[in-house]
């Protein structure tokens, strides 16, 4: 591994405390290196505030010696006025003589201008180092602004013989296949992303939350799929206390509130491209869809889908409903007491 590795990759590591709080900004890692040793560090600030280079600019005692330092930065240094001024005017603010960058910025306002920004001002400017890895770090932002829709995780659990739910249900509640640990792991993830979305017939059979209890942070933005107004008027989803976008037709649109916005979709030919296009102007970056089955497969079968987890369970249903059928490349897998994880990528 080579000095400029070690570096961007701790760049990574401390973008991580990012994850959830920077959107709609990328969530960008930062060290700066004085004779081999860090004397800087940040990250991208809840949005609104300093971006990551500033973070890590500020973070250093004795500002001379950035004339003599080297910044390093997961993403290239952005170009223009936002919320805050350009990075890259910063950075040669400060004189700092060289940038080593893990991927360029493919967001249209920066493309590149970033980099020639600072090769204008004479800094030595690096690209490339680790870049693979920053821009899979980087893949809500891009997916976000390259393919204009939402990262999108898909999410379920199933049994051991393959089935996401019994056929019928004694009550109105989830009915648990996995371990208290698991279903742990499953708040963290919503803390983590920007929205989470469901169908009608989930939410008539489980009436969920989709809140965070279990793990700290932010709710994320609650997607209810409900062409035919079929939502019982008692549903947790709809209790107004966390945002929610309620998706629907023209026929069963509702009036919209504080905090439960009613978009009704053009038609029902191209379903789930239009739920993105939906999502996309509510510039939500990331979502998981959580079911049930027909939901997932719908999003599979479109394949408008990035990456999917999926819990299997111990225990056996031997009927019930089908689990979701899906094809990609399993990047990873462990075990979760008597749960097995396995996260799939969309190739």
């Keep these: 591994m080579s000095i400029h590795e070690t570096y961007i990759r701790r760049c990574l590591q401390i973008a991580t405390n990012a994850l959830g709080s920077a959107r709609p900004n990328p969530m960008v890692g930062s060290v700066i290196v004085h004779n081999q040793s860090i004397i800087g560090e940040g990250y991208t600030s809840a949005y609104g505030g300093h971006h990551a280079e500033v973070n890590a600019v500020n973070s250093v005692k004795d500002k001379s010696i950035l004339k003599e330092a080297t910044i390093y930065v997961t993403l290239e240094p952005c170009s223009h006025f936002g919320k805050t001024p350009p990075c890259s005017d910063l950075i040669i603010k400060h004189k700092i003589p060289n940038v080593v960058i893990g991927t360029i910025d493919t967001h249209s306002k920066v493309a590149g201008k970033g980099i020639e920004k600072l090769k204008n001002a004479g800094c030595n400017v690096i690209v490339g180092v680790l870049e693979n890895e920053c821009q899979k770090h980087h893949k809500r932002f891009f997916t976000f602004h390259n393919k204009k829709r939402p990262y999108i995780i898909l999410k379920?659990?199933?049994?051991?013989?393959?089935?996401?739910?019994?056929?019928?249900?004694?009550?109105?509640?989830?009915?648990?296949?996995?371990?208290?640990?698991?279903?742990?792991?499953?708040?963290?993830?919503?803390?983590?992303?920007?929205?989470?979305?469901?169908?009608?017939?989930?939410?008539?059979?489980?009436?969920?939350?989709?809140?965070?209890?279990?793990?700290?942070?932010?709710?994320?933005?609650?997607?209810?799929?409900?062409?035919?107004?079929?939502?019982?008027?008692?549903?947790?989803?709809?209790?107004?206390?966390?945002?929610?976008?309620?998706?629907?037709?023209?026929?069963?649109?509702?009036?919209?509130?504080?905090?439960?916005?009613?978009?009704?979709?053009?038609?029902?030919?191209?379903?789930?491209?239009?739920?993105?296009?939906?999502?996309?102007?509510?510039?939500?970056?990331?979502?998981?869809?959580?079911?049930?089955?027909?939901?997932?497969?719908?999003?599979?079968?479109?394949?408008?889908?990035?990456?999917?987890?999926?819990f299997t369970g111990k225990n056996t249903f031997a009927k019930g409903i089908e689990a979701p059928a899906i094809k990609g490349t399993i990047i990873s897998e462990e075990k979760i007491m008597d749960d097995t994880l396995r996260i799939y990528q969309n190739d």
């Design 156 to 310: 379920w659990a199933q049994t051991s013989d393959n089935f996401i739910a019994p056929e019928k249900t004694t009550e109105r509640a989830p009915v648990w296949i996995t371990n208290t640990y698991s279903r742990q792991l499953v708040h963290k993830w919503r803390a983590e992303e920007h929205a989470i979305l469901v169908g009608n017939k989930t939410v008539i059979e489980d009436n969920p939350k989709l809140t965070l209890r279990d793990w700290s942070g932010t709710n994320p933005i609650r997607i209810l799929i409900d062409f035919s107004n079929k939502t019982p008027e008692d549903s947790a989803i709809v209790d107004n206390s966390v945002k929610t976008i309620v998706i629907t037709s023209d026929n069963h649109k509702k009036q919209s509130n504080d905090n439960t916005i009613y978009k009704a979709i053009a038609s029902r030919d191209n379903t789930v491209q239009e739920i993105c296009d939906i999502l996309f102007k509510h510039e939500i970056q990331s979502i998981i869809i959580e079911g049930g089955s027909y939901t997932i497969q719908s999003f599979i079968d479109t394949n408008l889908w990035d990456e999917a987890r999926v």
